[in-house]
């Protein structure tokens, strides 16, 4: 739509790689992005929804109203008797800024089908078959929809992206003015990622942010310039946050975590920062008790550090992931399996120096463990899938990308799990069809990803269609999907989503 005071045309609110874009609006909403969750929600978050024919007693017994076009936001615009803008896509109404929202006194129509749009006992039923992206545009159509999508219900497991251009507006004279969160806080979000930010910016958006000071529970910087002040201000001044991330932050040292590290963090995500090494893991081990999930991605990080872990953390630490820790070994294995033996969550993932050795040790002392990430592991050979399967029988998912080692030897091992339900072969460039044969006997897996494997061919992907109970399976740059083979899927695993 075009913009009153400048006449340009406004960019319509497209989704990219799960993010969604809010555009501005005059009550405080800012612009922003929301994410969501899994990656698997995100590749689906800002698809069309599929909105039942029969949403309600009402609407069913209503063959004058178009109840199979309420599939989009622009057919339930028009219900509510707003006019669409020629040429507007899925995600790109939008009401011009400053302009006026209808009153449902004022929608064309008869007065049942103005109480029908705006009736918000259908209204909460109806909009929860839309996306993020879909409903932060919905919002903008009357302030009857506003006032039902602002409800807290609708965002749940949603967070806001800010960067720091969009923190403030600029005005006529040049200077920043903080820009308005209350349309954040209606909405009771209770966590927000945080890009490019400053200490100052921190302080003024817990300074404008109602519910900073206790309601926030989850927060995240990244690419940010916080230095060991802002840490401690901000971890001081928030006493809700139990949820941590710091990624790409190189301005704090490991004397800032020493000072601000609270006992009330539960969950502590670390990755990308230059000062952070044994030092770090220290302080978190000290200072953090009741930690249940540790990220780490460091690239510093030795075995000295994964053996500072106290008993407390080993009673109630379940998840732990060191991503591109290159400087552990089976030394410090031995360390985290006798100091963390309650976990049930461990990414090895990037861990170069780790062997099938690392991982006997793992299979034999963890044995709650439900997923494990070996990716990018080119040590890891069939010998490990072995004593994977013989001890880790809780296992449900099972990460290999580019464990250019692991042969059909090692499938034939796995086909023995029960409980594997997912399991990621990305890249293991020596696979082959007859390695596939051992997976067919696999009744429980429902996911499978086989991308960039280069020697499976169309005749030994095809007998994948015995796992009837597949949910997903990938085969992303894998030479042997033909669009013959996809056809096939599509007739003998109808319920299986295959992404080519």
């Not at 992005?33 to 800002?46: D, E, H, Q, W, Y």
């Amino acid at each position: 739509m075009s913009n009153p005071r400048n006449g340009d045309t406004k960019p319509p609110c497209l989704p990219r790689n799960g993010l969604v874009k809010i555009p501005t609006q005059p009550n405080g909403l800012g612009s922003a992005s929301i994410t969501k969750g899994t990656p698997a929600v995100k590749n689906r978050l800002c698809q069309p929804s599929s909105v039942p024919a029969i949403l309600s007693p009402a609407l069913a017994h209503r063959s004058d109203l178009p109840i199979p076009s309420l599939a989009s936001p622009l057919s339930l615009a028009a219900l509510a008797g707003v006019s669409s803008p020629p040429g507007a896509s899925l995600v790109g109404l939008n009401t011009s800024e400053g302009s006026e929202q209808p009153s449902p006194e004022r929608l064309p129509g008869s007065p049942s089908e103005r109480h029908l749009a705006v009736d918000e006992k259908i209204l909460n039923r109806l909009f929860w078959y839309f996306s993020a992206c879909e409903k932060c545009v919905l919002a903008q159509v009357c302030k009857a929809w506003r006032r039902v999508l602002y409800q807290p219900k609708f965002w749940v497991g949603l967070t806001p992206v800010l960067h720091t251009k969009e923190l403030y507006n600029i005005l006529p004279g040049g200077e920043k003015e903080f820009v308005s969160l209350q349309g954040f806080a209606v909405r009771g979000f209770d966590g927000f990622c945080l890009v490019g930010v400053s200490d100052l910016d921190i302080c003024e958006f817990i300074d404008n942010y109602p519910l900073s000071k206790k309601g926030v529970k989850s927060m995240s910087l990244k690419r940010s310039t916080i230095t060991d002040a802002g840490l401690e201000v901000m971890l001081e001044q928030m006493q809700g946050v139990v949820r941590l991330e710091l990624s790409g932050c190189n301005d704090f040292t490991e004397a800032g975590l020493w000072s601000s590290l609270n006992a009330r963090i539960t969950a502590l995500s670390v990755s990308d920062c230059i000062n952070v090494a044994d030092d770090a893991i220290a302080a978190i081990s000290q200072l953090l008790p009741n930690l249940t999930e540790l990220n780490l991605q460091a690239y510093h990080v030795t075995d000295t550090a994964l053996a500072y872990f106290t008993a407390k953390q080993g009673y109630t630490t379940h998840t732990l992931r060191l991503n591109s820790c290159w400087e552990i070994t089976n030394h410090g294995v031995v360390n985290m399996v006798h100091s963390l033996p309650n976990l049930s969550i461990l990414s090895l993932s990037g861990c170069s120096k780790v062997t099938d050795d690392g991982v006997e040790l793992v299979a034999e002392n963890l044995r709650k463990l439900r997923s494990l990430d070996l990716s990018w592991c080119p040590r890891i050979t069939d010998m490990a899938l072995e004593y994977i399967a013989c001890d880790l029988h809780k296992l449900e998912e099972l990460v290999l990308d580019r464990c250019v080692r692991i042969t059909d030897t090692g499938l034939s091992y796995l086909s023995t799990m029960s409980s594997l339900r997912s399991l990621y072969l990305r890249w293991c460039c020596q696979v082959q069809d007859f390695g596939l044969k051992h997976l067919l006997s696999m009744g429980s897996l429902r996911l499978l990803s086989l991308a960039g494997c280069p020697l499976l061919t169309t005749t030994g992907l095809s007998g994948l269609v015995q796992l009837q109970e597949l949910e997903e399976l990938e085969l992303t740059n894998c030479p042997g999907a033909t669009p013959e083979l996809f056809k096939y899927f599509s007739q003998h695993l109808p319920c299986c989503m295959v992404i080519e």
